[in-house]
Every structure is written in structure tokens, then in C-alpha cells.
């Protein structure tokens, strides 16, 4: 675990934010409203709020407008689009459990950590398929036919599914679970990474709250993992699928923003760029609108089960909760098979 290091860039200038002194002398705020961001955040840590009170209208109350307009909103806006309808319990979740590790992160071996596990499940004959697009699925007689791009079908007693709700929708065609999933909309996003010869900032997560760039978000991750040689960088834009920016090509939005991470990372030299590489997620976040509410675990079809992060409001959009829902999907599966062997 590494302690990290955060900036906010807003108005054209760096700023710390990593330990209450730092909000103290945070000057895009004026002192009154300084001590009023660290009880909203306090007040949201530890009373929470209400799935159905939008951002926009929590902090105004709490925190007050110069606050929302100056800080919050853009932040929000920077992911969903939107602040109003957009739930202030997510945000109060998201202080409650950034909180508890704000200082103290780290990050596993992901390749070691599949590996592992692929390793346990084919010594207990585990079949697992690798690149295989399902385009569709059918359900005959209780069990589930699944059809991949490659024309290969699958037959499977019991389903759980990862698929974003979306594509789910219209490669199954049943109203029973579109009635689960039809209110669940999507941000896509786009991501860079940068692999370079030497480590390009010592901040661990650079916040932007600048209209004037695109990246809303830029990390070191070097800064966390000893490991990796040199430095790696990743960058995020959140945006609507049909924008003019998502449907870029990766030559011009390498270009848009190789110039904002020269602005962005103290350190940054392009003579340090080992690789780049731009990367387009359709189904990037669930909007987390007031009236959202989780899917089931256990759908009203026999034998399907839902996973994913979109289950898991109003929890962050991390690995973390993702698993889990997966854990609970296959516990209630393996329950219901080990009952029925009795």
C-alpha cells in the first residue's frame, strides 16, 4: 500500500488536496465556504442522503451554491453529463467508502491474479471460452442456447450474466427481463495509455475541473505500483456514444490529448513515450438518476442471474463491487445446485 498524492486543477492552477490543511488554503473557495466543503463532506460520510434528492439540490443545501457551481457540479458533469437528476446518494456513498483508503491504496498483479484462478477452476475441469461474442440468446425448455459471432453455441442450464444491460436487451428479446433492466442508461468513455521511460508526475490522481480540456481525470500509477519500469499514465473522457469526440478516430484524439498530458504532467517529454494507445468503452458507467433502482440478483426467468457494477448502487464504479455481484450471482447458484443433489 502507497500514500497518494492528489491535485485539483481549476482556474488555470494547481492545487493540493490531500489533508485538511490543504482544503484550508484550497483558494478557488473562500474561507467560510472552505470550512462549509469539509462539513458537507463529513455530514455525507456519515448521514448519507437520499436516492431520490439530485446532486444539484443536496449540496445547495448543505454545502450552498458557490460550492455546487464551483466544485460538485463540474465534477459531475464531467461523468454523467448532468448533475440534476443525478442521485447525491451516489456521491455520499462514494466520500463514504473513498474515504476509509483516500491515503493507503494499491493495486494487485491482475494477469498473476486471473491466472491464479483459471489454474483452480481447470483442475476442477472448468471448459473456460476465450473471444466468443454472444450475439445471441434463446431460451427453450428452461435452459438458455447462446449463440457467438463464430456460430458456436452453447447450451446452459443456468445463466448469469455480465453483459451491460443494453446489449443484453437486444441480444435476448423477453419482456420478463426487460422489465428489469429497461431504466438503465450508459455513458461511454474514452481512455488513453501511456507507457513511458520515466515517471511522469509524482501525484497520484490529477482532478480537472477545466472546461478547456477534455481528460477529466489523469493518474500515475507508477506512484502506486513499485513494480511497473518507468511510468504509466491513464486518462479518461466520459462522454455520450454519439458525440463527435467518441466517434474520432484514434490518430486525432491521440493528437487532442498528447497536448493536454503535456500540460497536465509536470514531467511529461514526448522523447519518454514508450507506447499510447487510445481505448473506446461503449457501456462505460450506468447514470445513476434519482429514480434508479438495482436489478435482481435472481431474475423472474428460472436460472438467470444478474452481475455487475450496475447492480451495486450506490456503491463506486470499481472492480471491487463488480466482483461482488458476480460472488453473490454464483453463491445462489451453487446453493440452488447443491440443494437440488440432496
Not at 18 to 44: A, C, E, Q
Not at 177 to 197: Q, V
Not at 211 to 224: A, P
Request: hydrophobic share 35%; net charge positive; proline share 3%.
Amino acid at each position: 500500500m502507497e500514500k497518494c498524492k492528489y491535485w485539483f486543477l481549476l482556474s488555470g492552477k494547481k492545487y493540493r488536496f490531500n489533508s485538511i490543511l490543504d482544503l484550508l488554503k484550497f483558494k478557488p473557495l473562500t474561507p467560510i465556504d472552505r470550512i462549509r466543503f469539509g462539513f458537507m463532506v463529513l455530514y455525507g460520510k456519515y448521514r448519507g442522503s437520499r436516492k431520490e434528492i439530485s446532486v444539484k439540490d443536496w449540496v445547495e443545501k448543505v454545502g450552498g451554491k458557490r460550492i455546487y457551481h464551483r466544485i460538485i457540479n463540474p465534477l459531475v458533469v464531467s461523468y454523467f453529463g448532468s448533475s440534476k437528476n443525478i442521485s447525491s446518494l451516489y456521491l455520499t456513498s462514494r466520500w463514504r467508502s473513498e474515504s476509509s483508503v483516500i491515503n493507503k491504496l494499491g493495486y494487485i498483479n491482475l494477469y498473476y491474479f486471473l491466472k491464479k484462478i483459471e489454474k483452480i477452476l481447470v483442475k476442477r475441469n472448468v471448459v473456460i471460452y476465450t473471444n466468443k461474442e454472444i450475439v445471441k440468446i434463446v431460451r427453450k425448455n428452461n435452459k438458455y442456447i447462446l449463440f457467438s459471432s463464430d456460430n458456436s453455441i452453447f447450451k446452459v442450464d443456468y445463466l448469469i450474466s455480465t453483459i451491460p444491460p443494453p446489449v443484453l436487451n437486444n441480444i435476448f428479446h423477453n419482456d420478463v427481463l426487460k422489465s428489469h433492466l429497461n431504466n438503465i442508461c450508459y455513458r461511454s468513455c474514452i481512455s488513453l495509455i501511456i507507457n513511458t521511460y520515466e515517471k511522469s508526475s509524482e501525484y497520484y490522481w490529477i482532478i480537472n475541473l477545466e472546461r478547456k480540456y477534455n481528460l477529466i481525470t489523469v493518474f500515475e500509477y507508477s506512484n502506486l505500483c513499485k513494480n511497473i519500469d518507468g511510468g504509466l499514465i491513464y486518462g479518461v473522457k466520459y462522454v455520450d456514444k454519439n458525440s463527435k469526440l467518441y466517434n474520432s478516430s484514434n490518430s486525432t484524439l491521440k493528437k487532442i490529448f498528447l497536448k493536454e498530458i503535456y500540460n497536465l504532467m509536470e514531467n511529461m517529454e514526448y522523447n519518454k513515450i514508450i507506447d499510447f494507445r487510445i481505448i473506446k468503452i461503449h457501456y462505460a458507467t450506468p447514470i445513476y438518476f434519482t429514480n434508479y433502482k438495482n436489478p435482481p440478483i435472481k431474475t423472474k426467468l428460472k436460472n438467470l442471474y444478474l452481475a455487475g457494477v450496475y447492480r451495486k448502487f450506490p456503491q463506486i464504479r470499481s472492480m471491487g463491487p463488480a466482483l461482488e455481484s458476480g460472488y453473490e450471482a454464483a453463491c445462489l447458484v451453487t446453493k440452488k445446485l447443491e440443494k437440488n443433489t440432496l
